[in-house]
């Protein structure tokens, strides 16, 4: 474990602080949460390593644990958080497939998250992604840099007039779909609970997911992690794809079979493959490892393809996301304190 660092910010001193354990705290969480902190009556501990079992202890005393994308809420970290005095988890992101809410129900511990800070700042990653990939800026950026400015190998496709396939048409998926079809996209979408009203509107067809991986140019990934989702990206699914796709995914990286991605990438299936979330994140993503050694084998041979393109799981990382994360999970720490119930829509497993 990297060393332990925490910071204390108190807001103006009350006696009946609530007191909050915040993990894997970055510069830009405690810039959004101290603003929302000031003059409430919140006092958080900032905690730059991850929330897991082992780590659990240093929530003593804490009425909540905040925690992020890559904290291990399993049961044995529940049930510590709980000997140690904790009531609430608050998940300052929407996703939450790494805490497991039903010991936590068991436990007496309630989990809020934040079901939508900005749908917008991740569907337009996803279209900054694939534009970025497609035109092939990222090689460009390098070449000219380097006084190289010749356009070998920089040639891409017109979105425009492409069949676009989208998984999981929720908010991020529903926004990433209408953006494309501002492209002039043909747009298909699958979803277990189709929005027909919703895809008349926008001049989008939902199909099966087969026809999904037959028919489209570009298939962006937009569901939660589930049994269901998990690796639906596999050897299977990718030797239906018919059209040597570009693959999106901006949602979880475990959606994604990482083995069976760098086969077809080997054999030339896919025009490309842009992530923003990768299977094993932890310990990787959010960190800066430019002075270590990169142990992930699959994530050091998925940078060695020219149309692979990887960032750092931030779709999420706007001014106006960060603003809303911060006053959502906030405002549900002080319904704890007041022992009122939690904003609408965030409780987990409601
Ligand atoms: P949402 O809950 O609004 O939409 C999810 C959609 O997926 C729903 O329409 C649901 O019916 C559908 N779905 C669920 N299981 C499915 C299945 N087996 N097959 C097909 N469709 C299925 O969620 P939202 O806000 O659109 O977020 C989507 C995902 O994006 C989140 O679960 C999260 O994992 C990811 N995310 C990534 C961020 C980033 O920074 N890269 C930030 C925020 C969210």
């Given at each position: 474990?990297?060393?332990?660092?925490?910071?204390?910010?108190?807001?103006?001193?009350?006696?009946?602080?609530?007191?909050?354990?915040?993990?894997?705290?970055?510069?830009?969480?405690?810039?959004?949460?101290?603003?929302?902190?000031?003059?409430?009556?919140?006092?958080?501990?900032?905690?730059?390593?991850?929330?897991?079992?082992?780590?659990?202890?240093?929530?003593?005393?804490?009425?909540?644990?905040?925690?992020?994308?890559?904290?291990?809420?399993?049961?044995?970290?529940?049930?510590?958080?709980?000997?140690?005095?904790?009531?609430l988890?608050?998940?300052?992101?929407?996703?939450f497939?790494?805490?497991d809410?039903?010991?936590?129900?068991?436990?007496?511990?309630?989990?809020?998250?934040?079901?939508?800070?900005?749908?917008?700042?991740?569907?337009?990653?996803?279209i900054?992604?694939l534009?970025?990939?497609?035109?092939?800026?990222?090689?460009?950026?390098?070449?000219?840099r380097?006084?190289?400015?010749?356009?070998?190998?920089?040639?891409?496709?017109?979105?425009?007039?492409?069949?676009i396939?989208?998984?999981?048409?929720?908010?991020?998926?529903?926004?990433?779909?209408?953006?494309?079809?501002?492209?002039?996209?043909?747009?298909?979408?699958?979803?277990?609970?189709?929005?027909?009203?919703?895809?008349?509107?926008?001049?989008?067809?939902?199909?099966?997911?087969?026809?999904?991986?037959?028919?489209?140019?570009?298939?962006?990934?937009?569901?939660?992690?589930?049994?269901?989702?998990h690796?639906?990206?596999?050897?299977?699914?990718?030797?239906?794809?018919?059209?040597?796709?570009?693959?999106?995914?901006?949602?979880?990286?475990?959606?994604?079979?990482?083995?069976?991605?760098?086969?077809?990438?080997?054999?030339?299936?896919?025009?490309?493959?842009?992530?923003?979330?990768?299977?094993?994140?932890?310990?990787?993503?959010?960190?800066?490892?430019?002075?270590?050694?990169?142990?992930?084998?699959?994530?050091?041979?998925?940078?060695?393809?020219?149309?692979?393109?990887?960032?750092?799981?931030?779709?999420?990382?706007?001014?106006?996301?960060?603003?809303?994360?911060?006053?959502?999970?906030?405002?549900?720490?002080?319904?704890?304190?007041?022992?009122?119930?939690?904003?609408?829509?965030?409780?987990?497993?409601?």
């Amino acid at each position: 474990m990297k060393t332990l660092h925490v910071r204390l910010v108190q807001a103006t001193y009350v006696n009946t602080m609530m007191k909050v354990a915040f993990y894997d705290a970055k510069p830009y969480d405690e810039e959004f949460f101290n603003r929302q902190i000031n003059g409430s009556e919140l006092e958080f501990a900032y905690h730059d390593f991850r929330l897991r079992k082992s780590t659990a202890v240093t929530a003593k005393g804490a009425d909540a644990a905040c925690v992020f994308v890559n904290d291990e809420v399993d049961r044995a970290c529940l049930e510590a958080l709980s000997e140690n005095g904790v009531r609430l988890v608050a998940l300052r992101c929407a996703g939450f497939n790494n805490v497991d809410h039903h010991a936590a129900a068991e436990i007496g511990i309630a989990v809020v998250r934040v079901p939508a800070y900005s749908p917008h700042a991740v569907a337009e990653h996803a279209i900054a992604l694939l534009s970025t990939l497609n035109r092939r800026l990222h090689r460009a950026y390098n070449r000219v840099r380097e006084l190289n400015f010749s356009l070998n190998g920089l040639v891409g496709i017109d979105l425009h007039g492409k069949t676009i396939g989208i998984i999981g048409t929720g908010k991020i998926g529903k926004l990433t779909a209408q953006i494309f079809r501002g492209f002039g996209c043909r747009v298909l979408a699958y979803d277990l609970f189709p929005d027909e009203a919703w895809a008349v509107d926008f001049g989008i067809r939902y199909k099966e997911l087969d026809e999904i991986y037959t028919e489209c140019d570009v298939i962006s990934l937009h569901t939660p992690l589930t049994p269901e989702t998990h690796h639906m990206i596999n050897k299977e699914s990718v030797a239906r794809m018919k059209k040597h796709p570009i693959i999106i995914n901006t949602s979880r990286g475990k959606l994604i079979d990482t083995t069976a991605v760098i086969s077809a990438l080997k054999e030339r299936k896919l025009r490309g493959v842009a992530l923003d979330v990768y299977e094993i994140e932890e310990g990787v993503f959010f960190e800066d490892l430019s002075h270590d050694v990169l142990h992930d084998d699959e994530l050091a041979r998925l940078l060695t393809f020219n149309n692979v393109l990887i960032t750092s799981h931030q779709g999420f990382l706007t001014e106006e996301a960060l603003s809303e994360i911060s006053r959502v999970t906030c405002e549900n720490l002080i319904c704890l304190k007041e022992g009122k119930g939690f904003l609408e829509g965030t409780l987990v497993g409601d």
